[in-house]
Nanobody
């Protein structure tokens, strides 16, 4: 079982940037997928970005393409999410997740792909 710990959340104004980090208790490449999800109050959890760890292929929700960048540092067992040009609608609790099983990339941003979850880090964007 892998433990995941997120950090880097905070409050910034619209247009600003934040960088989230997720430290795993084991090599990120032991999971096929590592992903970032977010959940705003009253809304369902949604996939934001993911990485197929073996090849480094990345996936993004349409709402964040061009603004967010997901990456991994295998030497540090860490996955990061660089978030630029932040908008008030990006406000949510952000969760890191790890998925053991191989699935098609089509499913990279679905919650059902992931077995393990972190506790989350809050991101608040003010207008």
């Amino acid at each position: 079982q892998v433990q995941l710990v997120e950090s880097g959340g905070g409050s910034v104004q619209a247009g600003g940037s934040l960088r989230l980090a997720c430290v795993a208790s084991e090599a990120t490449t032991r999971s096929n997928y590592m992903g970032w999800f977010r959940q705003a109050p009253g809304k369902e959890r949604e996939g934001v970005a993911a990485i197929y760890t073996g090849r480094g292929r990345t996936y993004y929700a349409d709402s964040v393409k061009g603004r967010f960048t997901v990456s991994q540092d295998t030497a540090k067992n860490t996955m990061s999410l660089q978030m630029n040009s932040l908008k008030p609608e990006d406000t949510a609790m952000y969760y890191c997740a790890a998925g053991r099983d191989y699935v098609l990339g089509t499913f990279a941003l679905q919650t059902s792909t992931y077995n393990y979850w972190g506790q989350g880090t809050q991101v608040t964007i003010s207008s």
